[in-house]
């Protein structure tokens, strides 16, 4: 949209790390929107900042492109730690939560075979999967973005994107978010290759991978399989990212699967993410014809090949058990059902 003039661009300020003898700057750790914007931009202006990373692929842009540069020092932003809960309550249900997310990463392990390639999000869901991934062999990654828990298995030899049929030899991404492990990792590192994100994320291309496995999540689940990712109700929660982008392309992969985790209640445990109908006013993210794997701490379970009704069935087991009567119970009204 940036390059077809739908969102015009005016001025684009970025971060790019010191030229080198040839004037190319590195977008560095923030490709993703932020070139194509730049190469759409009437005025760049551009932050010199010898602590960025310079990151390799088609992550760079020339100082004749820059209107105006600032030469400033300071270090990349860092991910926190997740901040632990401090009452009694607070930490019950932190611990269950996070109890919950690696049960959750077990079985999303379960269905990553060796020489997979994947795409991972960010936060807790995704770190678990990564800590179930330390006897697989030779993984690979297209993915948007990637933190230091992919680092950990690049060193230990998991990942290395050796068995991978398109970009063999390279871990393909848009954006890094993470610690200055991650940062000085990636730094001239000819093994990560960084794109736009209308490379990255393009189903063609991704689907170009065999053995894609994507990992998304989302907040509610009805028991037609539709997926509302970045709504509650009629609420804008979050953005879409490439959830659709990834569930399509590992559809056209050989091989490919496409996974959504998602913890089985929100709220305290006082709700269920899975339910008979999606909130009123909920926008659909993910159309029921495109999910394949549904996976919460409860288990797995594969909508592919199944009728309507027995893929509410399977919703249904993986649901929390405190709500399964209830969901059973409307499953019965529900006469598409």
Same mark, same amino acid.
């Given at each position: 949209? +940036?390059?077809?003039?739908?969102?015009?661009?005016?001025?684009?300020?970025?971060?790019?790390?010191?030229? $080198?003898?040839?004037?190319?700057?590195?977008?560095?750790?923030?490709?993703?929107?932020?070139?194509?914007?730049?190469?759409?931009?009437?005025?760049?202006?551009?932050?010199i900042n010898e602590q960025m990373p310079r990151?390799?692929?088609?992550?760079?842009?020339?100082?004749?492109?820059?209107?105006?540069?600032?030469?400033?020092?300071?270090?990349?932003?860092?991910?926190?730690?997740?901040?632990?809960?401090? /009452?009694?309550?607070?930490?019950?249900?932190?611990?269950?939560?996070?109890?919950?997310?690696?049960?959750?990463?077990?079985? #999303?392990?379960?269905?990553?075979?060796?020489?997979?390639?994947?795409?991972?999000?960010?936060?807790?869901?995704?770190?678990?999967?990564?800590?179930?991934?330390?006897?697989?062999?030779?993984?690979?990654?297209?993915?948007?973005?990637?933190? $230091?828990?992919?680092?950990?298995?690049?060193?230990?030899? *998991?990942?290395?994107?050796?068995?991978?049929?398109?970009?063999?030899?390279?871990?393909?991404?848009?954006?890094?978010?993470?610690?200055?492990?991650?940062?000085? +990792?990636?730094?001239?590192?000819?093994? !990560?290759?960084?794109?736009? *994100?209308?490379?990255?994320?393009?189903? #063609?291309?991704?689907?170009?991978?065999?053995?894609? *496995?994507?990992?998304? &999540?989302?907040? @509610? !689940? $009805?028991?037609?399989?539709?997926?509302? /990712?970045?709504?509650?109700?009629?609420?804008? +929660?979050?953005?879409?990212?490439?959830?659709?982008? +990834?569930?399509?392309? /590992?559809?056209? /992969?050989?091989?490919?699967k496409s996974i959504l985790a998602f913890p089985?209640?929100?709220?305290?445990?006082?709700?269920?993410?899975?339910?008979?109908?999606? $909130?009123?006013?909920?926008?659909?993210?993910?159309?029921?014809?495109? !999910?394949?794997?549904?996976?919460?701490?409860?288990?797995?379970?594969?909508?592919?090949?199944?009728?309507?009704?027995?893929?509410?069935?399977?919703?249904?087991?993986?649901?929390?058990?405190?709500?399964?009567? @209830?969901?059973?119970?409307?499953?019965?009204?529900? &006469? !598409?059902?």
């Open positions: 949209m +940036f390059i077809d003039r739908i969102l015009p661009v005016d001025v684009t300020m970025c971060q790019l790390s010191p030229p $080198d003898e040839n004037g190319y700057c590195s977008f560095g750790i923030s490709v993703d929107y932020t070139k194509p914007a730049a190469e759409s931009s009437r005025i760049v202006i551009a932050q990151t390799l692929g088609d992550s760079f842009i020339h100082v004749s492109q820059l209107d105006y540069i600032v030469e400033y020092n300071e270090p990349i932003l860092e991910l926190g730690a997740p901040t632990e809960a401090q /009452s009694e309550a607070e930490k019950e249900l932190y611990v269950a939560r996070v109890v919950a997310e690696m049960d959750i990463g077990g079985y #999303c392990a379960e269905l990553i075979d060796d020489g997979a390639c994947l795409q991972l999000g960010i936060g807790a869901i995704p770190d678990a999967v990564l800590s179930f991934l330390g006897d697989k062999k030779d993984l690979g990654i297209h993915t948007e973005m990637f933190s $230091d828990g992919v680092v950990d298995l690049i060193n230990k030899g *998991v990942i290395t994107c050796a068995r991978k049929n398109f970009n063999p030899g390279k871990a393909v991404a848009n954006f890094l978010m993470g610690t200055r492990k991650l940062y000085d +990792f990636v730094h001239n590192n000819p093994f !990560v290759e960084m794109h736009p *994100v209308y490379y990255t994320n393009d189903p #063609c291309i991704i689907g170009q991978n065999d053995n894609m *496995v994507a990992i998304n &999540s989302c907040l @509610q !689940v $009805d028991l037609l399989g539709q997926v509302a /990712s970045d709504t509650i109700g009629s609420i804008q +929660f979050s953005g879409v990212g490439g959830q659709v982008d +990834f569930v399509r392309g /590992s559809s056209r /992969s050989r091989g490919g089985s209640t929100a709220g305290g445990d006082k709700l269920s993410r899975i339910v008979p109908r999606l $909130d009123e006013g909920a926008a659909v993210t993910t159309s029921r014809n495109d !999910v394949h794997y549904f996976v919460t701490e409860h288990g797995i379970a594969d909508m592919r090949g199944k009728s309507i009704r027995e893929r509410a069935v399977a919703l249904i087991s993986i649901a929390h058990p405190d709500f399964r009567e @209830q969901l059973t119970r409307e499953l019965s009204r529900m &006469s !598409v059902l």
